[in-house]
């Protein structure tokens, strides 16, 4: 929403009031793409980057690493899955997990 907002020059849902917008995120609905002047820095690499980092699931999301990555000129957008099922809480004798191997 940061992105959005800095991006637009607009808060996101600027047109409602918090009750509504607090609905509305709940009911997994995010902000249209801006149009016209506000919208004019809004790539469509960017776009997509911000609908996949305000995802309902978190699991669904990119982590912060991956939109650095992608910014700084990564050449495409990270994938989510690869965080799914990462638990930072593991047991680090469960060798079962490649993540968790080598340490």
Sequence with gaps: MVI????SGKVPFYRS?????VRRVMEGLRPERP???EGELFTDGIWELVEL??????????SA????RYLE???SLP?????????SKADPDDQSDP???GS
């Design 4 to 7: 959005y907002e800095v991006l």
């Design 53 to 62: 980092c305000w995802k309902h699931q978190p699991g669904d999301r990119a």
């Design 73 to 75: 000129g990564a050449p």
């Design 17 to 21: 009031k918090v009750p509504i917008v």
């Design 65 to 68: 690493e991956d939109v650095v």
């Design 99 to 101: 993540t968790l191997s």
């Design 35 to 37: 149009q016209g002047e």
């Design 79 to 87: 994938h989510p899955s690869s965080n799914i099922g990462v638990d």
